[in-house]
């Protein structure tokens, strides 16, 4: 056995409270007022509170309060409600709705029900002037167009799930593309840092590659030693280039979050760097908007650290691009960690 509360599920399931006007939904409020000769024809949903009118055609409102809707009772029918004169009914002879505008009189009204059961509303035809009867063909007909409401609700209720599932689809494949993306960068830093190379060169060869897999638009590796330098720079295009032009190849000791990255050990990623504190008054000039500094490790008195740039307002690191900027400075770290264990032996006691 259904509740009240299911109906409110199954109603909220549609998702159609509140929207706007829709004409498949006019249309029919038009027709039914046509073929039925009143004056009002409306398609009422009945939330917890209220009756919401997803159509209306000859009353100038939205909703009304539950209390006084005929269509609460519509609903709890088997079929189509009828009222000939409201104010003999004793159920409505006292309505505002009676009483005040509209002034109903005559009401007829077929509850909206879903595939599964549930009614949540009505199409009804409304006069302000009683009637002698409402024949059995009429109920029928009158049936058969709260039928085709409740269609349109159905083909809209596809349709939202049918652009939902297509989002959800699109969202996967671009997971599935991007951990493809993210595997074929490591793969490829891991076969780079293979090479022979020493240690500032191993990290000089890779930089580009995890530059470019990350989309950003420059990228620098820095030695700290009594000076910060850039022994590398990359750029993706001319917004890249700009910026690495204004900025000076050297700063001194301290200036810049490189500095503080190298000291803790850990990545660090910015949005909007001017306004970050310890951010570099020559960088900020430079017109760096979003920056990142991942540590790569201290070998032979020197520090280093890959600065990576986004240039342009309102630039932000993706959760893609910081896993990729952080797993691969592991693979390079180890690789430069390697080779300098190969520089720098261990002495033997």
Sequence with gaps: MTTEADRLTALARYAVLDTLPENAFDRVTRIAARLFNAPIA????????????????????????????????????????????????????????????????????????????????SLCVIDQRPREHFPDADRALLTDLAQSVVSELELRFTQRTLIQEAQANARLLRSVQDAQTLSEALLGVSQLTTLDLPVEETASFALPMIAQSAGVDCAALLRLDDRMTALTQWTGGAAGEAFLAALPRELPRG???????????APQYVQDYARHDGASTTVAQAGADAMAWVPLGSFCGARYVAAYALVGADRVWSARQRELLEASAGIVRQAMRNRHQREVPVPVH
């Design 255 to 265: 200036e810049g979050v490189a500095w503080q990255v190298a000291d803790r050990d």
């Design 42 to 121: 409306l398609v009422t949903l009945v939330d917890q509170d209220r009756q919401w009118f997803k159509a209306c055609f000859g009353l100038d409102l939205r909703q009304t309060d539950r209390s006084v809707s005929f269509c609460t009772y519509t609903i709890q029918s088997e079929g189509v409600m009828v009222i000939l004169d409201a104010t003999r009914d004793p159920l409505f002879e006292h309505n505002p709705l009676v009483t005040g505008a509209p002034h109903i009189r005559f009401y007829a009204g077929a509850p909206l029900v879903t595939p599964d059961g549930f009614r949540l509303g």
